[in-house]
């Protein structure tokens, strides 16, 4: 064998453990993306101030198993692997079928509860959530529209805690007929409650079934101001919001 054979026979090697290191790789991150956690992004002001417009943050994809929006192609099955329900209060992913959207809200009713707002109060099978008073400040939305909003500390019946800020107790969503959770369905608020579009409009999102969880927020792990894309590395030192990196979804 020439020199010349040999050199285009290593070459040929080289480049063949590239592709396999790449197929690798790939089918790692597809792995993790799909089993174990998967990121995300903030579009919209729903989540406001427990998840802000430009923050990324990843979201737990085994606590309640798996199901037909868990993976990267929705399956054609029913039911859950692995399956539990989450807990009142927890921070949940799911896949919105009537827009065919991933949407975040917060678990608030579980099957079979009774849920109403009343002058801009939750009640939750009749009793009234507490709610304290911790600040006003103000919210900007994705069309940069800003309004002033009156921040409160909201303690749900199994005793989690969270932020939730409201423009006033008489808004559009504010009053409302009874609500009784569906068996095997949940009921989903955001926590700028007069800005979210979530179960208490049943022909946006309605009743969230089990089978349509995708995974449970955990941790943000990036955070910038008015939706710029993360690549902008030039935007950082003005835009980035250090403070509100690597910290738990509560």
């Known amino acids: 064998m020439s020199k010349a054979e040999a050199k285009a026979g290593k070459k040929k090697n080289e480049l063949l453990e590239t592709i396999i290191v790449i197929i690798e790789a790939l089918a790692i991150a597809l792995i993790f993306r799909t089993f174990l956690y998967q990121p ?38 029913n039911g859950r692997i692995f399956g539990s329900e989450p807990k009142r209060g927890d921070v949940a992913v799911f896949r919105n079928e009537i827009t065919n959207e991933d949407y975040i809200k917060r678990v608030i009713g579980m099957p079979g509860d009774r849920i109403q707002m009343k002058e801009g109060r939750l009640y939750i099978n009749g009793t009234m959530v507490e709610r304290q008073q911790t600040g006003t400040t103000t919210d900007t939305d994705s069309y940069m529209t800003t309004v002033p909003v009156t921040v409160y500390t909201e303690t749900l019946p199994n005793g989690v805690t969270h932020t939730i800020q409201e423009i006033s107790d008489s808004e559009q969503l504010d009053n409302t007929a009874e ?5 095997g369905h949940f009921f989903m608020m955001g926590d700028n409650r007069d800005r979210s579009a979530d179960s208490r409009v049943l022909s946006q999102v309605g009743y969230v079934p089990l089978d349509n969880l ?28 250090w403070d509100r990196m690597f910290q738990s979804v509560n």
């Open 40 to 77: 995300f992004s903030i579009p919209t002001a729903s989540m406001q101030q427990t998840l802000m417009i430009g923050d990324y943050f990843i979201a737990n994809k085994w606590t309640w198993g798996f199901g037909k929006y868990s993976f990267p192609i929705a399956l054609p099955f």
């Open 214 to 241: 995708i995974g449970k927020a955990e941790a943000r792990f990036f955070s910038i101001k008015n939706n710029l894309p993360p690549w902008q590395l030039w935007e950082w030192p003005a835009n980035v919001r």
């Open 179 to 183: 609500y009784v959770v569906p068996a």
